[in-house]
């Protein structure tokens, strides 16, 4: 599935759409709907980078035993 943004929304919010896409990624994980692997996978950056940006505004990680097996399943999966 795609979402599509209009370019008004993204003109309104005076952000970029990578950040645009930083933001609402970043909200997703503090609302526990994605894991910190999955996240970071969405955005194309490296975990440590993830952290250190939550770090940044003051987002605590949480990672459980389910996250830890997603994220296991994520290495299998690249190889």
Do not use: N, T, W
Request: aromatic share 6%; glycine share 6%; charged share 25%.
């Amino acid at each position: 599935m795609s979402l599509v943004i209009s370019d008004d929304i993204i003109r309104a919010s005076g952000l970029s759409e990578a950040e645009l896409l930083l933001e609402i990624i970043v909200l997703l994980f503090q609302q526990e709907k994605l894991s910190l692997g999955k996240a970071s996978e969405i955005l194309r950056m490296p975990q440590i980078h993830f952290q250190r940006l939550l770090a940044d505004r003051g987002i605590c990680v949480h990672y459980d035993v389910a996250d830890f097996q997603e994220d296991l399943q994520h290495l299998s999966e690249k190889g």
